[in-house]
């Protein structure tokens, strides 16, 4: 049975760990937080002190990273399956299930403003590197509201609408320059639109749903994460298809750089963190993390934690680097 990281979760088979040893450390993770619902996101602020997470308990949550407290709990009226920082840690910005996007003022979370643009739900939002622009898409089960849309962040009204895929958008991001905008389907593609005309390039080669994805800093490279049990990375030059990674037989639901592009992590239904170095793209780490699916991770700002949560509802912490 396929399974989609959007629907009700399904039993997970546990499967036997291992683990590469070394620099990129083979400690138990350390659980940090807990929703009390599937997680689906989770990001740090620029100054790394607030981390926030996005869950299908309806709410986002404001943690203080330092003493691993909630401070602020934003409440919605559906999952929530996106949030993001605004640059300057000012803003915070939810996707939800509803189909709206909320702003919030950081770090008192009071509600700026609630727009409903999309006709189903929000399942990912993004703001461009200036801050000047917000990216979001959806849809739901059957296709739906699947039109990306570019958001103005000062007045929120619409800068433009991105058409062309046939099913729903999990992931959106900017590039670096923020000149192009990378979105991932569930009907199979990523697409690279030029936010200058609108027009997009489809990059093919997944077979099945294409979840989350990001670039790396320098904007050489694009990661993908699939249904179809890979990572893929895309040559931004050329627009191929740099580097498979393979998982097990499992989904992979995230894949995310390390702030100095130095790395690249992924974790999926099979419970396990994966890194590769970059631009090698070898595997140097691999260790079972959870008691169920992990959809979504994070590094830290400084690149030596990643943050991971998924269907278990609680929020891990992995230390890149042994005290010796």
Not at 59 to 85: C, E, I, M, N
Not at 134 to 160: K, P, Y
Not at 272 to 282: E, G, K, M, S
Request: hydrophobic share 40%; aromatic share 10%; charged share 20%.
């Amino acid at each position: 049975m396929i399974r989609n990281r959007f629907a009700p979760p399904v039993p997970v088979a546990i499967v036997a760990w291992m683990c590469v040893a070394g620099a990129f450390g083979a400690d138990e993770p350390e659980v940090v937080g807990q929703h009390e619902d599937n997680i689906y996101q989770l990001t740090f602020s620029p100054d790394g002190r607030w981390l926030a997470t996005a869950s299908g308990d309806d709410t986002a949550v404001l943690w203080d990273f330092q003493t691993r407290k909630p401070h602020v709990t934003l409440t919605h009226d559906g999952p929530v399956y996106s949030v993001v920082f605004a640059p300057d840690g000012k803003r915070l910005v939810t996707g939800c299930g509803d189909g709206h996007v909320t702003v919030w003022s950081v770090p008192d979370g009071r509600q700026l403003a609630a727009i409903k643009q999309h006709e189903d739900a929000v399942y990912i939002v993004a703001f461009s590197p200036d801050g000047k622009r917000l990216a979001s898409g959806g849809g739901n089960g059957g296709g739906g509201d699947t039109v990306c849309r570019i958001w103005n962040t000062e007045d929120w009204t619409i800068l433009h609408r991105l058409e062309g895929h046939t099913m729903p958008v999990y992931g959106v991001a900017f590039s670096p320059d923020g000149r192009r905008m990378a979105s991932a389907s569930r009907d199979k593609t990523v697409r690279l639109w030029r936010l200058d005309d609108g027009t997009s390039r489809v990059l093919e080669g997944h077979t099945s749903d294409v979840y989350r994805n990001g670039f790396s800093p320098d904007g050489r490279w694009l990661a993908t994460a699939s249904q179809d049990a890979t990572v893929r990375v895309w040559d931004m030059a050329s627009g191929t298809c740099r580097a498979t990674l393979p998982g097990r037989r499992d989904p992979m639901y995230g894949a995310v750089f390390s702030p100095d592009g130095g790395l690249l992590a992924a974790v999926g239904d099979d419970c396990r963190l994966r890194i590769w170095q970059v631009p090698q793209f070898t595997p140097v780490f691999e260790q079972r993390m959870a008691r169920e699916a992990l959809f979504a991770l994070t590094f830290s700002n400084d690149g030596k934690q990643i943050l991971m949560g998924g269907e278990d509802t609680r929020i891990y912490l992995h230390l890149l680097q042994n005290d010796q």
